[in-house]
């Protein structure tokens, strides 16, 4: 069973600019949350979507967005970046009825330069 | 407020036993996890706490006592290859369904010969 992929794995971006991260869950994986994680602050909890609706949602900046797709496949959206945006982005996905044991990717790592 | 405490750094020998600790604050309380992060890679999943005591699982062991807000990961015989960050997370409870988890900071253990 193939695990949770996160496309591209690594990325160089500008300040100012907009980026894209994409997440495809484990099959049969409806749940999907994204994290940021960075050496300061640890793993912080970005938002959750789960059939295809937004359950839950972190303590970040409106530029921070995202969305899932019918097939549970997920994106997220930052815009405007900046600097301190720079982290590695990670997604989990979990079964619905298995919601406590959830699965990584393995990340893609954002440079804001 | 939310706050998750573990110490930054460990370190133990090879074959021995070593004990990471975890206290938390948060609004409501909904289980408690331990994941294992290797340098570069995703976080995996050890072990789930909801109830109090010991959850017992080959070598590794984790405790909850939750009217102490407190939790530990036991790690015996350790190996080289436990040389991994160890990251407490707590899930709250909110009025719907979610994944979200609040992470500690990690707990970077150095295993030596």
């Known amino acids: 069973k193939a695990g949770v992929t996160q496309t591209p794995r690594y990325l160089i971006k500008t300040r100012g600019q907009q980026v894209t991260l994409s997440c495809s869950p484990i099959?049969?994986?409806?749940?999907v949350s994204w994290y940021q994680q960075t050496p300061g602050q640890g793993l912080q909890f970005l938002f959750e979507?789960?059939?295809?609706?937004?359950?839950n949602k972190g303590n970040f900046p409106g530029r921070f967005s995202g969305r899932q797709f019918s097939n549970s496949r997920s994106e997220m959206n930052v815009s405007t970046l900046e600097l301190g945006d720079s982290a590695l982005y990670l997604c989990?996905?979990?079964?619905?009825?298995?919601?406590?044991?959830?699965?990584f990717g393995p990340g893609t790592r954002l440079t804001v330069t | 407020g939310q706050n998750i405490d573990q110490p930054t750094e460990m370190t133990a020998t090879e074959g021995a036993i070593v004990q990471i600790n975890c206290t938390y604050q948060?609004?409501?309380?909904?289980?408690l996890f331990w994941y294992q992060q290797h340098a570069g890679e995703a976080p995996t999943f050890l072990s789930y706490?909801?109830?109090?005591g010991l959850e017992e699982k080959g070598r590794f062991s984790s405790f909850l006592s939750r009217s102490k807000g407190y939790s530990y990961l036991l790690l015996k015989e350790l190996q080289m290859k436990d040389s991994a960050s160890y990251l407490c997370?707590?899930?709250?409870?909110?009025?719907?369904?979610?994944?979200?988890?609040?992470f500690g900071t990690g707990t970077l253990l150095a295993v030596q010969p």
């Open positions: 948060t609004s409501g309380f909904n289980g």
């Open positions: 706490n909801v109830l109090d």
């Open positions: 997370a707590v899930k709250p409870r909110y009025g719907g369904a979610t994944n979200k988890l609040i």
């Open positions: 099959s049969g994986h409806r749940s």
């Open positions: 989990a996905s979990s079964l619905a009825d298995r919601e406590y044991e959830q699965y």
């Open positions: 979507y789960f059939s295809e609706t937004q359950r």
